[in-house]
């Protein structure tokens, strides 16, 4: 049994900018096949958000990783956390504590995945948001481009207070637009947290499924004491760092799921 998730480097990938709704981060790009659009969570694009993208890349599918944040390539720490989460708290481009907001970063995502969507096969484009960025990946649903939203432990707004807790991480107009497209094309969307993670609470998945209702599929991985998957209480990380490629593992089991949803989602039979 390996005692690592998978990672990754930056070898092979294509880095370019990309301009939309005023703002230029790099993106880097692999793959051929439909395509996906994965969104880093904190503190950016580490080697094991690079591992679940090369998973992704070796399942068929073309992914763009944008860098919002953080160093690309460098490798996680408790010093390096905190600096991205110090630079998220006062940008106006992520909203970190605003409830019913419009952030300005989910355009920037709209437009990457429109030009994503143009360019690759299929039915449309996945998006996966985690931890920081959960949200934004069905907030990004507002543009018709995207056909699967997956939404990993969102984290933002920051849930500090009731009201935080329960907010999807976007606006309530954006929310009800996602919902329409839920009721009126194949749009569906994959929610994933752990039960015990507070920093994920489990309030803010069932604003989504009152919005949703069918179209939202949830995956909650036991975390509680004792659990069988030998996960801490503060897991967090479903489709990273809590992954390992042994058979059965539950959360290789989730990211397994997270596959075949989105290639379910945007394969043309």
Sequence with gaps: MTRDAPRATLDGWVRSPFSAAGRTHDCFEKGSGPGVVLIPELPGITPQVLGLAEHLVDEGFTVVVPSPFGTPGQEASVGYTLRSVARI??????????????????????????????????????????????????????????????????????????????????????????????????????????????????????????ALGGAFEVIELDSSPGNAGGFSERAHSVLTSEVREVPGHPALVARERVVAFLRTQLVVV
């Design 89 to 210: 708290c006062v940008s106006a481009e992520f909203r970190a504590f605003a409830v019913n907001a419009e952030r300005p970063i989910t355009a920037f995502l709209r437009a990457l995945a429109a030009d994503l969507n143009a360019r690759t096969p299929g039915a449309g484009v996945g998006v996966i948001g985690m931890c920081f960025t959960g949200g934004f990946a069905l907030a990004a649903a507002v543009d018709d481009a995207v056909a699967a939203s997956v939404v990993s432990q969102p984290a933002a707004p920051f849930p500090v207070g009731a009201a935080r807790r329960r907010d999807p991480g976007m606006s309530q107009a954006e929310l009800g637009e996602v919902a329409r497209r839920s009721q009126t094309s194949d749009f569906c969307a994959l929610g994933l947290r752990f039960s015990a993670d507070a920093n994920s609470p489990r309030a803010r998945f069932e604003t989504i499924e009152r």
